[in-house]
């Protein structure tokens, strides 16, 4: 019997949805929940049935033109690999909608609710089924919405937010270097489209850009999956309601960096920076993080480094090309998610009946709760790997393909060992402790949860009895076309729970015994581990607040230093930043270059050339406004003249016009502005810093005009529009006809611009004049 106790509520972020609610049966209403239900029910079956053609060797493919004129599709495809997907996506997340009629019952947010996960699956099932690179970098991203807002679905909460932004943060930016990476591999491979892409694998792996294409491809895999150093993000992410956990840790967003690399990896594997960079990636994060799981006493965080761990095993046997080792990885995938969803879905029960996740204050739980007890120890036996789970099929198939590693099998074999072993003591500590410990203190007294909230994960840990028990059913189905998709040729697989008494089996034996270990004295190592923890110098959180607050201070820094309010500071800043851009690429690029062909200067124009120097050296010269603006315009009217002298009268004639125009306008603005006196002077320094500034400007662009002038010139574009003035715009004048027609939204939109301005300075003045009136 459990022992009773004085209340001590979750806290909110951590409390369950569920409002009221004590009935032990019932399901809930919601329409937006049941249509969620309804439509992954059907896309489940949908898949199901594609299973026998699909195993068969069929690959269905669809495409959509999307951006014809650069080659992009709207493609999807399914394969073994992608209906595997589609059927966790789909299958889980009937199971979890399900679970959620009754978990949200009673929420003010439940249809809110139900449709960020309607967005979520929509959004991984484009994913999973892409075949255009685009395409799956579109629906990437939209999983890493959909995911912001599932995490941050309870806003008030400021956990939640800063959680939520920290997953946006680190996986969009990862979906950056992505976008970079497929555009890449897209270049190198000869086609957007991955299907077409996993033929030339060869031809991409000899491309000189592809360390790049790696590196870039695995920083969006790394990110969206939590390898170390991403690794924290994801257990902050429990903020999220737990069906949402269940959700993403299972079946969706943390397995799209998993499925990345798997779908990647007829192009980019068999390098050693690929089989290294995975394999030593996977084994640090799979350990860090069963250490970790160890250390929690709150049920959600344990089972969320769990799946850290699972994601860094996924990713270390992905790093190698036997097909054994891509067997053990597709197995565990599916091992993983129902025995995971299956206890965040129990964990949920126990917070609502118990109120509390702590497990230091749970105990006694089977007899109130035998249907859940159930459902958590045949999930936790899976997770646990014994007999005769699947769980067991695919701890035994990970020590063969550890073996099986081309390159240090030992450490692979080594790594899987210590985290199948921590994993062992975590399933004690989550599902055993918890139901079948001696009492704990409790909040309330707990009863069986209504029923769609033990039904779900009773379902999924029953499944993963049954499919272990028919292991051809689950090898020739689901895994081998998997794995044949992955290896990018067709494959053989066989699964099955006995495979006499051999290496694999010694190491099962050897994990259970040194996890029983660990569970039993998991007190005293939580305790030590907690001593470690504290006496690092840095962790991944605290390195993520650091670069964040890192960034918040420079971006303080250079507001107070560039938006001064000052235009003359803004228009400073501007042509220093062009001078020294332009300048640095052409010594850069050493594209500096004098004309080879030098024609020389006449006298007229050198006399506009000083005329031109002269009126550029009045306003650094001058504390006067106006004699600056007169000195501006008497470049402008020698600039004129230039154009005047090549045979562009129409050109003279509308700078002429601007010039004059421009004149009148400052000149009736300066009538009406303050004496230019005080600290709103820049004095002769600044006069002199500004002419600085000027000068290398002035340097820069005509460094490069004279560079242009070097080079071979085109007249296609003169060609062109001489031939097309007549016939397409009905005007010999060409300059005319490319400002009124070939340009004539730019033209509109200038016009546009210089009309809002002038009603812009028409209406200060008018203001000004009425004040002084008034």
């Known amino acids: 019997m459990s022992k009773l106790c004085a209340p001590r509520p979750l806290p909110a972020a951590r409390r369950p949805a569920v409002a009221t609610a004590d009935t032990a049966v019932g399901v809930g209403r919601h329409p937006a929940g049941w249509l969620f239900v309804a439509v992954s029910l059907a896309a489940a079956t949908a898949a199901a049935a594609a299973i026998p053609d699909v195993s068969g060797g069929r690959i269905f493919r669809v495409a959509v033109a999307w951006v014809p004129s650069l080659g992009i599709e709207l493609s999807f495809l399914l394969d073994g690999l992608s209906l595997l997907m589609t059927l966790l996506v789909t299958g889980i997340g009937a199971l979890v909608g399900l679970y959620s009629l009754d978990y949200m019952r009673g929420h003010a947010g439940a249809g809110r609710f139900f449709v960020y996960l309607i967005l979520f699956q929509a959004s991984m099932l484009g994913l999973v089924l892409a075949d255009n690179v685009i395409t799956l970098f579109v629906f990437w991203e939209l999983t890493t919405v959909a995911s912001f807002l599932l995490i941050g679905f309870d806003h008030a909460s400021e956990t939640a937010r800063r959680n939520a932004w920290q997953a946006l943060l680190i996986t969009a930016a990862g979906g950056l270097a992505l976008l970079a990476g497929l555009i890449l591999l897209a270049g190198a491979g000869g086609s957007w489209e991955l299907s077409a892409l996993t033929k ?104 969320a480094y769990t799946t850290v761990m699972a994601l860094g095993t996924l990713t270390m046997f992905l790093g190698s090309e036997a097909s054994v080792a891509l067997a053990a990885a597709i197995t565990f995938l599916l091992v993983h998610a129902l025995y995971k969803c299956a206890l965040f879905l129990v964990v949920g029960c126990i917070a609502r009946e118990a109120g509390t996740r702590d497990t230091e204050q749970l105990g006694g739980l089977a007899r109130a709760m035998p249907i859940t007890a159930v459902a958590a120890a045949a999930a936790a036996l899976s997770m646990a790997g014994f007999p005769p789970f699947l769980g067991f099929i695919g701890k035994e198939l990970k020590y063969e393909g550890a073996l099986a590693v081309a390159s240090e099998p030992v450490f692979v074999a080594a790594a899987a060992v210590a985290a199948n072993a921590l994993m062992v003591a975590v399933a004690g500590i989550v599902a055993v402790r918890p139901f079948f410990a001696r009492g704990g203190a409790l909040v309330r007294r707990p009863h069986e949860p209504p029923l769609a909230m033990w039904l779900s994960p009773l379902i999924l840990a029953v499944l993963g009895l049954i499919l272990g028990l028919v292991p051809p059913v689950v090898a020739n189905g689901l895994i081998q076309p998997a794995v044949s998709a992955v290896q990018g040729a067709p494959e053989s697989v066989k699964l099955a729970l006995w495979h006499g008494i051999n290496v694999p089996l010694m190491l099962s034996v050897l994990t259970i015994v040194i996890g029983l270990g660990l569970y039993i004295s998991h007190r005293r190592m939580r305790a030590a581990l907690s001593v470690l923890v504290a006496r690092l110098p840095m962790s991944g959180d605290r390195s993520y607040d650091r670069v964040k607050d890192g960034v918040l201070w420079l971006a303080e820094r250079q507001t107070r230093i560039l938006q001064t309010g000052s235009l003359r500071r803004y228009l400073k ?191 200060l003045l008018k203001l000004r004049t009425q004040r002084r009136d008034g």
Request: net charge neutral; with cysteine.
């Open 200 to 303: 030339a694998g060869a031809a991409v792996r000899e491309h000189p850009h592809y360390g790049a294409i790696l590196a870039l491809v695995l920083i969006g895999a790394f990110t969206k999956s939590a390898q170390v150093p991403f690794h924290f993000w994801l257990p902050n992410a429990m903020a999220a309601p737990t069906p949402i956990s269940a959700y993403l840790h299972s079946a969706t967003m943390v397995k799209a960096g998993i499925y990345l690399l798997a779908r990647t990896h007829p192009v980019l594997s068999g390098t050693p920076e690929w089989i290294w960079t995975l394999t030593v990636v996977g084994a640090a994060t799979a350990l860090w993080a069963s250490l970790m799981a160890l250390r929690q006493t709150d049920l959600k965080l344990a089972l």
């Open 573 to 763: 800043v501007i042509f220093t930043v062009a001078a020294l851009s332009v300048g640095g690429t052409l010594v850069a690029k050493d594209a500096a270059r004098w004309p080879a062909d030098w024609p020389g200067v006449p006298m007229h124009e050198l006399g506009v050339l000083v005329l031109i120097a002269g009126g550029a050296l009045l306003p650094i010269l001058t504390a006067s406004r106006l004699v600056a603006i007169c000195g501006i315009g008497v470049v402008g009217s020698g600039v004129a003249l230039i154009f005047l002298f090549y045979g562009a009268p129409d050109v003279a004639i509308t700078q002429l016009l601007v010039e004059v125009l421009f004149l009148v306008i400052i000149a009736v603005i300066l009538l009406k502005l303050p004496r230019f006196v005080g600290a709103t002077h820049p004095g002769r320094g600044g006069r002199a810093s500004d002419g600085a500034v000027a000068v290398a400007t002035g340097a820069a662009i005509a460094a490069v005009l004279l560079a242009v002038l070097d080079a071979p010139m085109s007249d296609d574009l003169s060609r062109f529009y001489a031939a097309a003035s007549v016939p397409d715009a009905y005007g010999r004048n060409i300059v005319n006809v490319i400002l009124v027609d070939f340009r004539a939204l730019d033209t509109l939109g200038e016009i546009i611009v210089v009309t809002a301005a002038a009603l812009g300075v028409y209406s």
